[in-house]
């Protein structure tokens, strides 16, 4: 969050939300996290940041850095497989994200096939990759464009024969006397 302190100097604070000008601090002036310092960093008018000791920094920590990203078309990959494109419109401490006018992108060999999905909120804990999409080089791709009918026809018929597959090779163990444990019987941590 972007606010003024009451010398006109812009800071960003990095955790909840205090009254303008305010920084996270412990008693004597340490920070209640470990390491000490100011929790609040001052950015100048160009941009440029300074840790709470006055020395410039080159980036924020953790996901303060994204800040200069938001507004700007990103990739965002799942971990659940799914891939996502959208405008980055806001983020927090959890790196959850808001996207904003989302396409859900499935690729399936050399074609891929976008389902519009509108807003869109991310839970941090399920991104797996984040990365700004270069919209000059956006264009440039070796891969097909299909309709969304088509690429869901074409990841149906895949799936059906990674099933399939998968049932020989379960067969083929189990005739050898060798088992493989199904996923759903295994413990998610």
């Known amino acids: 969050m972007r606010t003024k302190s009451s010398s006109g100097t812009e800071v960003l604070l990095l955790s909840s939300p205090r009254p303008a000008g305010a920084c996270v601090s412990g008693p004597g002036g340490e920070s209640p996290r470990a390491g000490g310092g100011s929790?609040?960093?001052?950015?100048?008018a160009s941009g440029g940041t300074f840790a709470p000791g006055g020395g410039k920094m080159n980036y924020m920590p953790g996901t303060a850095s994204l800040?200069?990203?938001i507004d700007k078309k990103h990739l965002?990959?799942?971990?659940d497989g799914r891939t996502l494109i959208?405008?980055?419109?806001s983020i927090d401490q959890f790196a959850n994200l808001v996207l904003h006018q989302t396409v859900e992108r499935i690729h399936v060999g050399k074609k891929y096939g976008d389902?519009?999905?509108g807003i869109f909120v991310v839970r941090g804990e399920n991104v797996v990759l984040l990365g700004e999409i270069d919209l000059e080089k956006e264009s440039d791709t070796p891969l097909q464009q299909v309709s969304i009918?088509?690429?869901l026809e074409i990841q149906r018929i895949e799936q059906q024969a990674k099933q399939e597959s998968e049932k020989?090779?379960?067969q083929a163990l189990k005739e050898r006397g060798l088992s493989i444990p199904r996923a759903d019987t295994l413990?998610?941590?």
Do not use: H, S, W
């Open 86 to 89: 959208g405008y980055l419109r």
């Open 76 to 79: 965002v990959l799942l971990r």
């Open 67 to 69: 800040i200069q990203d």
């Open 187 to 189: 413990d998610e941590y």
């Open 149 to 151: 009918e088509e690429i």
């Open 39 to 44: 929790a609040c960093f001052r950015t100048d």
């Open 115 to 117: 389902i519009p999905r």
């Open 168 to 170: 020989l090779k379960v």
